[in-house]
């Protein structure tokens, strides 16, 4: 199949539209659409990215009123987080409504639904006039794609069209809040700061407790995704708490927020220059150390404040090679 590259919103919905798969750009990372509705495209989607089947994708829409073709019984918790976060990088995991195809939500009978902030990401969903299902657009278990070459590398071929847009502003995925029964769990870390959602929600949780596990399953349970190995490029990936705990052997990397004593002793070295930095350039430094036949990305460990929660998320999964 060749992959047709557009920097048009409507055309790339015409294709949604018509069953097709479409990778488009959206503020936290690269998104793999298909109609919601369309069982066949969904199948495929799951194929493209050799998805497991137990992994449900996000359903992304363009307006609050598309939010009752897809979910019911949404709770006052649930319409506050969207008054305020949405559109934005915040999923919100309400429950199902019966039409959506199961496939969608890997049949759980709940539904996750974001609402994307980029203007070209709206207008794009805007014109495809129906709910999209969308994962990261990457393969499965890869580091998400935060430019629109990185999903050409990974899906070139295998998908209908890429919607071409500027890299990716925040660069880590969406933050998954589970909304569906009682009070507000976070499921995963990401764009959205724990911080900032709970200005909204003070008693969101983000562990489950011991109630939860004996009510609804753990973590695990509730967000399939979460057992999956996730996010992790080629090379290894080390965590360290100051670079000077690397040793340079050739074949190395390093990216943190302290420099090096000698930044030169590195094929690729990227100093960020706060936590949103770090999160915005990970998986694309990743992805560029893969390419320069990097061996080992050396990762400084950072505070688990605000952004720096999701950096240190993804980063412990990615040194996890399970
Ligand atoms: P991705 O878009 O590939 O980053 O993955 C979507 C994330 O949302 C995964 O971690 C999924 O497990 C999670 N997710 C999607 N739907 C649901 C749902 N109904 N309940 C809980 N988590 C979900
Ligand atoms: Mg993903």
Redesign the pocket.
């Known amino acids: 199949m060749k992959t047709r590259l557009t920097d048009d919103p409507a055309e790339a919905a015409a294709l949604i539209r018509r069953g097709k798969l479409v990778a488009f750009p959206t503020e936290t990372v690269y ?1 793999l659409g298909a109609d919601a509705w369309d069982v066949k495209a969904v199948a495929a989607l799951f194929n493209a990215k050799g998805r497991p089947r137990d ?4 359903v992304h829409i363009a307006a609050l009123r598309q939010l009752d073709a897809v979910a019911v019984c949404i709770s006052e918790w649930a319409r506050a987080l969207m008054e305020h976060f949405f559109p934005g990088s915040l ?1 919100v ?1 309400v429950r ?1 409504r019966a039409p959506l195809p199961t496939i969608v ?1 890997a049949g ?1 009978d ?3 639904v974001r609402m994307p902030s980029l203007a070209v990401t709206r207008a794009f969903l805007r014109a495809c006039a129906c709910p999209v299902a ?3 657009a990457n393969r499965s278990g890869r580091p ?1 794609a935060t430019t629109w070459q990185a999903v050409q590398n990974d899906l070139g071929g295998r998908i209908d069209a890429i919607l071409r847009g500027e890299p990716c502003a925040k660069g880590i ?1 969406s933050t ?1 809040v ?1 909304c569906s029964a009682g009070m507000p769990r976070l ?2 870390a990401g764009a959205t700061s724990i911080e900032a959602l709970r200005m909204v929600v003070p008693g969101l949780r983000t562990a489950a407790t011991a109630h939860d596990v004996a009510a609804a399953g753990d973590t695990a349970a ?5 057992r999956h190995r996730h996010y992790a490029p080629d090379a290894r990936v080390v965590l360290v708490n100051d670079p000077s705990e690397v040793e340079p052997h050739g074949d190395h990397a390093y990216i943190g927020l302290s420099k090096p004593a000698e930044p030169a002793d590195f094929g690729q070295c990227y100093v960020a220059g706060s936590a949103q930095d770090y999160a915005r350039v990970l998986f694309d430094f990743f992805r560029r150390c893969e390419s320069a036949g990097i061996r080992t990305i050396y990762c400084q460990v950072i505070t688990e404040r605000g952004i720096g929660r999701a950096v240190m998320d993804r980063l412990r999964r990615a040194a996890t090679r399970a």
Do not use: K
């Open positions: 998104g992994n449900p994708l996000i999923t995991v199902r939500t759980l709940t539904v996750a969308a994962p990261s998400s995925e998954v589970d499921l995963r509730r967000s399939p995704g979460m």
